[in-house]
């Protein structure tokens, strides 16, 4: 097919468009290098060592083949231009900001975001995105890509793919115990007064055990699919309750709900909030709109988690 005369552009116009096409084709370069660091260790092995380290250190301290040498110092160009690593006079490599938070990712429970990126960059999460054309020419509305892609929802793949579901967990385990060290410590007053609370969607229960801990006269319990509910070890006082939240949300003071809304309908996002306000131990009348469909009737939203807030719902 042929440009038209008005569609016709400078050798100047052409450079800078291919420019943004490459760096547009090429950004999961980007991702990628950086799930290769993670799985590596190497924000750990540079940790580790305790002082900025040389290349041929971190060859050892990864035990990868000297015959990696070139390669890894590829690597670490990249990732010190992306601002991960930072890069010193001596040719040493050592932890920026954005590296101290992957910290921790070989130890089990550290404050690590390490989890959430692996997550995230796996193959399972970003099948969809190689199919989106598919989905976009297939008939209906009810699929999402990863669906389409995959044959089921996110819940069914961690149910048949038990590798994946523990990956999933500790992805999102990994980003709360980062979210809820702001939380406690900033917005405490959410919880202050609370006797119960019942974490929706709540997963191992890291959100439940860090409240509880916190508050220890608070009932902390979590509602979860039974194939997470199953693969969970004993988490002290925290309960946990298998079942679906558009059947039954088990009674309580307050409701927590994390990163649970953002996969649903508008429809089923009113859905989940009548049985939370359900759950909630209040005797009011249903509302009108949003919050209000489901039954509440004024809300406050505290912008103190970076890109996130607390949006607190009441009946």
């Known amino acids: 097919m042929e440009v038209t005369e008005d569609e016709k552009i400078s050798s100047d116009e052409f450079m800078r468009a291919e420019a943004v096409l490459w760096t547009h084709m090429f950004n999961h370069i980007d991702s990628m290098s950086l799930k290769c660091a993670i799985e590596l260790g190497i924000p750990d092995a540079i940790h580790l060592h305790g002082k900025p380290i040389s290349l041929s250190?971190?060859?050892?301290?990864?035990?990868?083949?000297?015959?990696?040498?070139?390669?890894?110092?590829?690597?670490?160009?990249?990732l010190t231009h992306l601002g991960i690593f930072a890069e010193n006079e001596?040719?040493?490599?050592?932890?920026?900001?954005?590296?101290?938070?992957?910290?921790?990712?070989?130890?089990?429970?550290?404050?690590?975001?390490?989890?959430?990126?692996?997550?995230m960059l796996h193959p399972v999460t970003l099948g969809?995105?190689?199919?989106?054309?598919?989905?976009?020419?297939?008939?209906?509305?009810?699929?999402?890509?990863?669906?389409?892609?995959?044959g089921c929802d996110v819940w069914g793949v961690t149910q048949r793919n038990p590798s994946y579901n523990e990956i999933f967990n500790e992805g999102m385990a990994s980003d709360v115990r980062v979210l809820m060290k702001v939380l406690l410590k900033d917005?405490?007053?959410?919880?202050?007064g609370l006797?119960?609370?019942?974490?929706?969607?709540?997963?191992?229960?890291?959100?439940?055990?860090?409240?509880?801990?916190?508050?220890?006269?608070?009932?902390?319990?979590?509602l979860e699919l039974p194939q997470v509910v199953s693969t969970v070890k004993e988490k002290g006082s925290v309960e946990f309750i298998a079942g679906d939240m558009f059947d039954h949300v088990p009674p309580?003071?307050?409701?927590?709900?994390?990163?649970i809304l953002h996969d649903w309908t508008d429809e089923d996002c009113v859905r989940i909030?009548?049985?939370?306000?359900?759950?909630?131990?209040?005797?009011?009348?249903?509302?009108?709109?949003?919050?209000?469909?489901?039954?509440?009737t004024n809300y406050k939203i505290t912008p103190a988690l970076g890109l996130r807030s607390v949006i607190e719902l009441y009946p």
């Open 57 to 78: 250190e971190l060859l050892s301290a990864l035990s990868i083949s000297p015959s990696k040498s070139p390669h890894l110092r590829r690597l670490m160009r990249l």
């Open 90 to 119: 001596a040719n040493t490599y050592s932890l920026t900001s954005v590296s101290i938070v992957l910290v921790g990712a070989s130890k089990a429970g550290a404050t690590s975001l390490s989890g959430f990126v692996l997550t």
């Open 128 to 150: 969809p995105f190689q199919s989106m054309s598919t989905w976009f020419k297939s008939e209906g509305e009810g699929a999402t890509p990863f669906s389409a892609h995959h």
């Open 187 to 192: 917005c405490k007053h959410v919880f202050e």
């Open 195 to 222: 006797k119960s609370l019942v974490d929706v969607g709540g997963g191992t229960g890291s959100t439940a055990m860090a409240i509880a801990e916190a508050f220890p006269a608070i009932n902390c319990s979590v």
């Open 252 to 259: 309580a003071n307050a409701v927590l709900l994390k990163w």
């Open 273 to 296: 909030l009548k049985r939370c306000k359900e759950a909630v131990l209040s005797k009011e009348s249903d509302g009108g709109g949003g919050g209000g469909a489901a039954g509440f």
